[in-house]
């Protein structure tokens, strides 16, 4: 397989994995429909930031241990579970308390960008399904004969930037509906299902095999 085959039917699978609905989806609307965009671009840089890592251990050869090592699965897994419930536990506490309508947005100039790329790159980097999926998936992209760590790093580029051009949508979608999900019966709307679908999704990777 050439390398310029290998981009391309790399970018395919992962077009669609990213263009799959699931929690990265669920963040970047619910803060950018919130007004607070500086954080929603830094969920965004947050998660492809950890996309990025994950692409480069697995070409290294690193995040193979977590299909070797049961333990360090299941360290992972569990953090990663406590973490989306108690991110998703925030979320439904937080429409106890909603902003006035006509509020600013809570998008500090300091701390808005860090703090919403922090929340992306936990989110990313504390599932272990996203390494699986780069140690059962990437290797079979990189050509023969390439440079591993190398090719795999430019596949990985590849579903960044899918991932960056797909964010970008969807904050100008949130960005467009801001006003009326600003309204403070949306937002608790917004905040219970966006809530209970973060916590469903740790729910989930606890009790997932």
């Given at each position: 397989m050439?390398?310029?085959?290998a981009?391309?039917?790399?970018?395919l699978?992962?077009?669609l994995l990213?263009l799959?609905p699931?929690?990265?989806?669920?963040?970047?609307?619910?803060?950018?429909?919130l007004?607070?965009?500086?954080?929603?671009?830094g969920?965004?840089?947050?998660?492809?930031t950890?996309t990025l890592l994950?692409?480069?251990?697995?070409?290294?050869?690193v995040?193979a241990l977590?299909?070797?090592?049961?333990?360090?699965?299941e360290?992972?897994?569990?953090?990663g579970?406590a973490?989306?419930?108690?991110?998703g536990?925030g979320?439904?506490?937080s429409?106890?308390?909603?902003?006035?309508?006509?509020?600013a947005?809570?998008?500090?100039?300091?701390?808005?960008?860090?703090?919403?790329?922090?929340r992306?790159?936990?989110?990313?980097?504390?599932?272990?399904?996203v390494?699986v999926?780069?140690?059962?998936?990437?290797?079979?992209?990189?050509?023969?004969g390439?440079?591993?760590?190398?090719?795999?790093?430019a596949?990985?580029?590849v579903?960044?930037?899918?991932?960056l051009?797909?964010?970008?949508?969807?904050v100008?979608?949130?960005?467009?509906?801001?006003?009326r999900?600003?309204?403070?019966?949306?937002r608790r709307?917004?905040?219970r299902v966006t809530g209970?679908?973060?916590?469903?999704?740790?729910?989930?990777?606890?009790?997932?095999?």
């Amino acid at each position: 397989m050439e390398m310029t085959t290998a981009l391309w039917s790399f970018a395919l699978v992962v077009g669609l994995l990213t263009l799959t609905p699931g929690l990265d989806t669920a963040l970047i609307l619910r803060t950018s429909a919130l007004g607070h965009r500086r954080q929603a671009w830094g969920v965004v840089l947050g998660i492809q930031t950890g996309t990025l890592l994950w692409g480069a251990l697995t070409s290294a050869g690193v995040t193979a241990l977590l299909t070797a090592s049961q333990l360090g699965y299941e360290i992972l897994r569990w953090a990663g579970a406590a973490y989306l419930v108690w991110l998703g536990v925030g979320m439904l506490r937080s429409r106890a308390h909603p902003e006035p309508a006509d509020s600013a947005p809570a998008d500090p100039a300091t701390g808005g960008l860090a703090a919403g790329w922090r929340r992306g790159l936990l989110t990313n980097l504390l599932n272990p399904k996203v390494g699986v999926f780069y140690v059962a998936v990437l290797p079979q992209f990189i050509p023969a004969g390439a440079p591993h760590f190398a090719a795999g790093v430019a596949l990985t580029c590849v579903h960044v930037l899918e991932g960056l051009l797909w964010s970008t949508v969807l904050v100008a979608f949130a960005q467009a509906l801001r006003t009326r999900l600003r309204r403070p019966a949306a937002r608790r709307a917004m905040d219970r299902v966006t809530g209970l679908a973060v916590v469903g999704f740790g729910v989930k990777l606890a009790v997932s095999d």
